[in-house]
């Protein structure tokens, strides 16, 4: 059965940081490029970085760039990994972040950036 298992997200002030973590399980995690999208209350769900296969080419949106950090760990046990690094957090990064391994998601991990 595939699982996709996001944790780390919670309440940080400004220009913090968080980690969050997707726990992959039940398919061939180094056979996917991986993603993780984003979707803030009353908008559509949006993409936000996406990792290769092998972890070689890394994209972001525009909006985070510079500031997040997508990275993957291809662990050769049933459980692997893709991590998303978030530094220099804004209010407007506040939404339920979600990971992506086509055709499969997540159930999501709430980030709220607030003072």
């Known amino acids: 059965q595939v699982q996709l298992v996001e944790s780390g997200g919670g309440l940080v002030q400004p220009g913090g940081s968080l980690r969050l973590s997707c726990a992959a399980s039940g398919f061939t995690f180094s056979n996917y490029a991986m993603s993780w999208y984003r979707q803030a209350p009353g908008k559509e769900r949006e993409w936000v970085a996406g990792?290769?296969?092998?972890?070689?080419?890394?994209?972001?949106?525009d909006s985070v760039k510079g500031r997040f950090t997508i990275s993957r760990h291809n662990a050769k046990s049933t459980e692997s990994t893709v991590y998303l690094q978030m530094n220099n957090l804004r209010p407007e990064d506040t939404a339920v972040y979600y990971c992506f391994a086509n055709p499969y998601w997540g159930r999501g991990t709430q980030v709220t950036v607030s003072s």
């Open positions: 990792i290769s296969r092998a972890g070689s080419t890394k994209n972001y949106a």
